[in-house]
């Protein structure tokens, strides 16, 4: 399949650095529309000041007949080593 061994390397790559013990992606935005959700990380970016894209994860919910297209936005959220 096209684009399988990318998804691989990129999964793996993530995997050392997102590691479960390392924290979990926590969901903050969900939208139908595009541009809502381009705006949307443009804002979370500067609010928070994140340089690193890798902070932020979209996923896209292939819509049917029945339900539309719909996107979330994720943010990394570290462990907090002393709790």
């Known amino acids: 399949m096209p684009g399988q061994r990318k998804r691989k390397r990129q999964r793996e790559r993530e995997a050392g650095a997102r590691?479960?013990?390392?924290?979990?992606?926590?969901?903050?935005?969900?939208?139908?529309?595009?541009?809502?959700?381009?705006?949307?990380?443009?804002?979370?970016?500067?609010?928070?000041?994140?340089?690193?894209?890798?902070?932020?994860?979209?996923?896209?919910?292939?819509?049917?007949?029945q339900s539309p297209t719909s996107y979330r936005l994720s943010l990394f959220v570290p462990h907090d080593p002393a709790g």
């Open 19 to 65: 590691s479960p013990q390392a924290g979990r992606w926590e969901p903050v935005f969900s939208t139908e529309d595009e541009r809502e959700l381009r705006s949307e990380a443009r804002r979370l970016c500067a609010e928070r000041g994140l340089t690193d894209p890798s902070m932020l994860r979209v996923d896209m919910f292939c819509g049917r007949l």
